[in-house]
């Protein structure tokens, strides 16, 4: 299969498995200027699916950095809030969502931590909006990914540039299924073994999850009424989509106050551009109360200081060892990827979806049922092959969830 | 010079010329993906000005026609509303505006009438509230150039593809006095210039102008109150920016129910990926009660059929056959040069800044003086070196304001 065959592919995946794309809908997508080609094909597929209009944001890399370079201080707390509510009302209308990732994942690893963090600070701020209609699947919506050159030759340092990115390709191309026989049938046999995992984690109804390995010895406590998803989902507008593209994982909402113990991450974290290594840090009542990271830790600790929730938990999820992102032994410095190898912990807001009953439980119900609040959500692997879990049950006795890193159940 | 420099310097006149931007300033640009090397500059030009936040929307023509070929029959009537009233948001809020222009003029050519026309009703519809921040001048905006490959083959044909984009250049960069030893000076220059004759003709009051020519006898009456303009203007916010360039035209608004008599075109128009040519014309009292044109009728009905206003005027503009575009001696198949290359008149649309005192008058005022109203605004050319232009008086004389194209005042 040639390289446009698999790319179009691709572009099939996103908009079908993806999004599964209704007759009549609009879609917004935002890309990266370099993914210009994967953009065409994903256009093309959608008007095929009878799409009412598509429009896309093209970011530009150096755009951003020209605005770090030559901006005066004062631009760093200014974000384009009318887009985003524009977008918000988008959504609210009914139009899907498809991001493009790829970024430079070092993109302004060089510039001034306090500027990079006012920058994302009034972004995330000025987004919540439109996210609100994401996160708590008002909508489909999906993110693929690109093989850009910069993130390319970065998981590559070794490959010559071209080598680098068909390198990436394939990996994202394996990782998404897109060299299998029927790529759209290969994820909904996917989907259904992800939904069998779900299934049985939500009949057990474990209070708390015990990780244990490494420098690690964390207990994280699960909501009240927490709910495991994975796989498609079906959003409220009836549509069933796979929000990433690919995916791995079975995750649910952690109670922001009872987190306890200490974890060590086990793959760098790639934050808008500043690589975040060796992470560790410790909890106490659901709060991280210290942390330290080898390289990075300004930024760090600056995300933390983002607001009262940055330094809880929004998200728990589980993926086992052996999985196809893990087994590639690829580094992608890119969370979708990364959170596929290994499972993870994110700081920052939770998921409501992850409550059973949110759509009729109020903003104070969810908060009181664990929900953490946060502008940012931060995923971070503490998984590895050197990991066990237990589930904690409601009357205190543990089951083996993971050994080593693969699931015991 | 080389081309990089000037290409600079086009970008420094767009930001200090053309916006006049101020530091603080947001800004929402508008521009075709080819272009992204002049929006790249303008972008870092915005910044050393002081520019709170630059956001850039890139149009992609193959997405345009992705969607005339594979767009189910009821997606023409669909536009981005949402966008649009995110933009008047952001001016509403105080952003500037600019538009970097350069699309393929014969992209739509080849597609259905009908749904370029409901594609483009539905987009203008939606895009009313944006627009109406822009042409009553509540904020400083300006459109510029970009010399696109299939523009340049078009105004070229003879030439091989990089020479018909260099001499395109060319033609841009003379226009818009970027070769010239100060650019910014000379457009200070240029603008008193167009002030001198904006002045003469406000002093004067003229009721109409008769316009007559080979196929041309037209009495364009002039709005109650009407203010000629030309050249910077001040916005309401203060500023005072270039809406076009280059320019070089004075212009007002006509009364929409006092315009009688036939006109014939000068040159074509191309009107959203479609060429009309050889245009002609008979009003009665204001409205288009005949229509022919050589080629692109059809679409040019179409236009006609918009609404009420579509087949009034909203503009009227004098511009001296010996403007250096006009010398050039080329066919730019694009409103922002030909319109300046010779006399014109709008379609649709006026502009209430072409109103005394505008501000302070209602809707009904604005309409019973003369400004009409259409969800439209096409400029097409009736000048040339054979017209003769008399300006008539409250008293009903008459006064030479052009003769063989030139001005006579």
Redesign the interface.
């Known amino acids: 299969m040639d390289f446009e065959t698999k790319l179009d592919r691709l572009a099939e995946v996103a908009v079908k498995t993806g999004l599964g794309l209704a007759?009549?809908q609009?879609l917004v997508m935002t890309a990266p200027?370099e993914s210009?080609p994967l953009a065409?094909l994903i256009?093309?597929h959608a008007?095929?699916a009878?799409?009412?209009?598509?429009?896309?944001?093209?970011g530009?890399d150096?755009?951003t950095l020209?605005?770090f370079?030559?901006?005066?201080n004062?631009?760093f707390d200014?974000?384009?809030a009318?887009?985003f509510?524009?977008?918000a009302?988008?959504y609210g209308?009914g139009?899907a969502r498809l991001a493009i990732s790829g970024e430079n994942p070092a993109l302004l690893a060089g510039q001034d931590a306090d500027k990079v963090s006012r920058a994302n600070r009034a972004r995330s701020k000025a987004y919540q909006p439109a996210l609100q209609h994401i996160v708590d699947f008002h909508i489909n919506w999906s993110i693929v990914s690109f093989a850009s050159t910069a993130w390319a030759t970065m998981v590559f340092p070794d490959a010559t540039e071209s080598d680098a990115v068909m390198k990436l390709w394939d990996a994202i191309f394996a990782a998404s299924r897109i060299d299998q026989a029927d790529p759209v049938a290969a994820w909904a046999a996917h989907n259904a073994r992800l939904h069998d995992r779900k299934t049985f984690l939500n009949d057990k109804r474990f209070s708390a999850l015990r990780f244990r390995g490494p420098g690690t010895d964390l207990t994280v406590g699960l909501a009240d009424a927490h709910e495991w998803a994975g796989g498609s989902e079906k959003a409220r507008n009836g549509i069933t989509c796979n929000p990433n593209i690919p995916t791995e994982e079975v995750f649910t909402t952690p109670h922001a106050r009872r987190v306890d113990g200490f974890v060590r991450s086990t793959k760098p974290l790639s934050y808008q551009g500043t690589l975040i290594e060796d992470i560790s840090v410790r909890f106490e009542a659901g709060k991280i109360v210290e942390a330290k990271a080898r390289t990075g830790e300004e930024v760090l600790q600056k995300v933390l200081e983002t607001d009262e929730g940055a330094a809880r938990l929004g998200e728990v999820a589980l993926v086992p060892h052996s999985s196809p992102i893990s087994q590639s032994g690829i580094l992608f410095y890119n969370t979708l990827y990364d959170e596929n190898a290994a499972c993870h912990i994110a700081l920052g807001q939770a998921y409501n979806k992850c409550i059973i009953d949110f759509e009729n439980k109020t903003e104070a119900q969810l908060v009181e049922a664990g929900a953490n609040r946060s502008l940012i959500h931060i995923d971070w692997m503490i998984g590895s092959g050197e990991i066990d879990i237990d589930g904690v049950t409601a009357s205190g006795g543990t089951e083996a969830v993971m050994r080593g890193g693969e699931w015991a159940i």
């Open positions: 007759p009549g609009e200027l210009l065409r256009t093309r008007y095929k009878g799409a009412s209009l598509v429009t896309t944001f093209y530009d150096d755009a020209a605005r370079e030559l901006g005066s004062e631009s200014t974000a384009p009318w887009l509510e524009g977008m009302k988008a209308a139009a």
